[in-house]
């Protein structure tokens, strides 16, 4: 049986993000500057609320609290498992109260979906052309030419 949450809304059958699928993404309510949250349920999360809470203990401060996630990213996978272990803590039925039993904080922290503008999730500081890549190559000049033409002959010597 899988994990359940407290938010009503996450255990529903036909949610996307369930406790088991927490997004990250940067949203916005009107008037206000882009933040960092995960998506319960038909709630946002902002993850700014959270770390002024002091509900994270990472290393840098004021990850969330940014229109995009790239300084989270960069902190690397250590920290990411931590957040994730410990917003997966925070909202499970069975886990950790100090979101749950902070009325001041679910207000100013759950927000309904519909009522954000979701924002770029990230700042694109390079560009990568998979075309290059000759599996991906193949792929694309599958379903343009089919499998017995997907390369065409100058493909290996640019």
Known sequence: ?????????ANNESTHFPLQNLPYGVFRRPGEKGRC?????????????????RLFTLEAEDVFDQSALNTFMALG?????MVRDQLTSLLAEDGHR????????????????????????FKVSGYTDFYAGRNHAVNVGTMFRGPENALSPNWLHM
């Open 1 to 9: 049986m899988p994990a359940r949450s407290w938010i009503p809304s």
């Open 37 to 53: 949250c995960v998506a319960i349920g038909d709630q946002v999360l902002d993850l700014a609320a959270l770390e002024r809470a």
């Open 77 to 81: 996978a250590e920290a990411w498992t």
């Open 98 to 121: 100090a979101l749950r039993d902070n009325a001041e904080l679910r207000h100013s922290a759950f927000v309904p979906q519909c009522a954000v503008e979701v924002l770029m999730p």
